[in-house]
Structures are given as structure tokens and as C-alpha cells.
């Protein structure tokens, strides 16, 4: 989980040892004047080669709130490349409302990878989405 309050400046280093491209979107974060960190790959941002690091810098401005990040690349995210970004305002009146933040995520399970799920469901005649 990565925290920041508003209007920090975030860097995050990624370092690819994936053995595939990847890039990171933060998800619901306005990219001001750096369009290019927004991670949605051959877009606005080139590939992460794998070996390789790439270092996002913005800054949180304004916003704040739960938000979250994941990778933009094929469907890196289903299997776990993916986490929460909260942005705390220091200033909010609630701060003192409640004792303890619990941040939860949920997605779906696979039993398997998504690039052999991804491949069963090419395969023409796949029926796994009916149900007959």
C-alpha cells in the first residue's frame, strides 16, 4: 500500500524483473503536467522492459482520497500487480471521527494465470462464459 497526504510529491521506483513488459496506472490520479507517468502503455507512456527500472514522480496535488494502482500491460493485474494508493488530508474535520483506517482490496481468484485463462478464451469454440 503506498500513503501520501495531499499535495506530496510521490516517487515511486519500479524495477522489472517480471521477464515481460509492464507499466504502472494510477488509477483516478490527475496527471497534470505529467501526462507521460500515467502508465497506460504505448499512450502515454513507453514499455518497462523487463531488467530495467523506471522511476514515477508526481505530485498528489489537491486530491486525496483511496485510490489505486495496478499494471496497464496485457492483464498483469489479475495476478496480483496491483495495490492501493491512499492520499490523507491532514486537514480533514473527520480525522478524529473514528479510531483505526482498515484499507481492504478485493478482486476475483483464478485458479490459474491469466495468460493461459487469456488463451482458453481465444480458442475458438470456448463456451466457459454460457452456460448451456
Same mark, same amino acid.
Given at each position: &500500500?503506498?500513503? %501520501?497526504?495531499?499535495?506530496?510529491? /510521490?516517487? /515511486?521506483?519500479? $524495477?522489472?524483473?517480471?521477464?515481460?513488459?509492464?507499466?504502472?496506472?494510477?488509477?483516478? /490520479?490527475?496527471? !497534470?503536467?505529467?501526462?507521460? =507517468?500515467?502508465?497506460? %502503455?504505448? $499512450?502515454? $507512456?513507453?514499455?518497462?522492459?523487463?531488467?530495467?527500472?523506471?522511476?514515477?514522480?508526481?505530485? %498528489?496535488? *489537491? $486530491?486525496?482520497?483511496?485510490?489505486?494502482?495496478?499494471?496497464?500491460? !496485457?492483464?498483469?493485474?489479475?495476478?496480483?500487480? !496491483?495495490? %492501493?494508493? /491512499?492520499?490523507?488530508?491532514?486537514?480533514?474535520? =473527520?480525522?478524529?471521527? =473514528?479510531?483505526?483506517?482498515?484499507? &481492504?482490496?478485493?478482486?476475483?481468484?483464478?485458479?490459474? *494465470?491469466?495468460?493461459?485463462?487469456?488463451?482458453?478464451? &481465444?480458442?475458438?469454440?470456448?463456451?466457459?462464459?454460457?452456460?448451456?
Amino acid at each position: &500500500m503506498i500513503r %501520501a497526504n495531499k499535495g506530496d510529491q /510521490i516517487v /515511486i521506483r519500479v $524495477q522489472n524483473n517480471l521477464g515481460d513488459f509492464t507499466t504502472i496506472h494510477w488509477h483516478g /490520479i490527475f496527471q !497534470r503536467g505529467t501526462t507521460f =507517468y500515467d502508465g497506460v %502503455a504505448g $499512450q502515454t $507512456q513507453c514499455l518497462i522492459a523487463t531488467g530495467t527500472t523506471f522511476t514515477y514522480n508526481f505530485t %498528489a496535488g *489537491e $486530491q486525496y482520497g483511496t485510490y489505486w494502482w495496478h499494471s496497464h500491460f !496485457r492483464s498483469q493485474y489479475v495476478d496480483g500487480l !496491483r495495490g %492501493a494508493l /491512499i492520499i490523507h488530508d491532514p486537514k480533514d474535520p =473527520y480525522l478524529n471521527d =473514528y479510531d483505526e483506517e482498515f484499507v &481492504m482490496t478485493l478482486s476475483d481468484w483464478h485458479h490459474e *494465470e491469466s495468460e493461459s485463462l487469456v488463451k482458453k478464451r &481465444m480458442t475458438p469454440g470456448y463456451d466457459g462464459f454460457n452456460v448451456n
